[in-house]
T-cell receptor
Framework: DGGITQSPKYLFRKEGQNVTLSCEQN?????MYWYRQDPGQGLRLIYY???????QKGDIAEGYSVSREKKESFPLTVTSAQKNPTAFYLC???????????????FGSGTRLTVV | SQQGEEDPQALSIQEGENATMNCSYK?????LQWYRQNSGRGLVHLIL?????REKHSGRLRVTLDTSKKSSSLLITASRAADTASYFC????????????FGSGTQLTVLP
């Protein structure tokens, strides 16, 4: 079955540590996205990538970094510069171009990051 | 600031009743989408309505779009306890088919 997989489901970070969240998709989607969700709130865009080896900052990119070396993978690193990283992180993928006007995103099941 | 804002923030109904959620947005859009999120899970795409459409149905879901008022509504008919979830609207802005902007969601509770 095609889908998008995020791992781990739960992640604990100590102060000053960098951590990397994994996102893998086998939907052959060109575009991938990272969103952050805080309790009781909507999703805010961190980074997105329309094509391999290219990515763009979203609304809240500070303290985060990404890479897109393969079409299937879009890992997110939460760096020590992110002062309030405790949140639920969601990865999504989609087709691109004009076809996106007719299709939605496919989301992973999320990673809950907690600073300890 | 959020492009889409849902109303109400929370809604509690009895099983079998209809649930209506509203979404308002600020700028011109290509399409508007509704997603569902069960607690602690990812979002699931429910339905998409294009800017040139006024109404769309999918099973027990009915979505309307009024571009003159920059608003949309999601109606879930004959609700079930399993419909309990958060519902988000998301907009794809005109001139940019590259990313969605999400509202803050409506928490729907369907009581058995």
């Amino acid at each position: 079955d095609g889908g998008i997989t995020q791992s781990p489901k739960y992640l604990f970070r100590k102060e000053g540590q960098n951590v990397t969240l994994s996102c893998e998709q086998n939907l052959n989607h060109d575009a991938m996205y990272w969103y952050r969700q805080d309790p009781g709130q909507g999703l805010r865009l961190i980074y997105y990538s329309q094509i391999v080896n290219d990515f763009q900052k979203g609304d809240i990119a500070e303290g985060y970094s990404v890479s897109r070396e393969k079409k299937e993978s879009f890992p997110l690193t939460v760096t020590s510069a992110q002062k309030n990283p405790t949140a639920f992180y969601l990865c999504a993928s989609s087709i691109t171009g004009k076809s996106l006007l007719n299709y939605g995103y496919t989301f992973g099941s999320g990673t809950r990051l907690t600073v300890v | 600031s959020q492009q889409g804002e849902e109303d109400p923030q929370a809604l509690s109904i009895q099983e079998g009743e209809n649930a209506t959620m509203n979404c308002s947005y600020k700028t011109s859009i290509n399409n508007l989408q509704w997603y569902r999120q069960n607690s602690g899970r990812g979002l699931v795409h429910l339905i998409l309505i294009r800017s040139n459409e006024r109404e769309k149905h999918s099973g027990r879901l009915r979505v309307t779009l009024d571009t003159s008022k920059k608003s949309s509504s999601l109606l879930i008919t004959a609700s079930r306890a399993a419909d309990t979830a958060s519902y988000f609207c998301a907009t794809s802005l005109s001139g940019s088919a590259r990313q969605l902007t999400f509202g803050s969601g409506t928490q729907l509770t369907v009581l058995p």
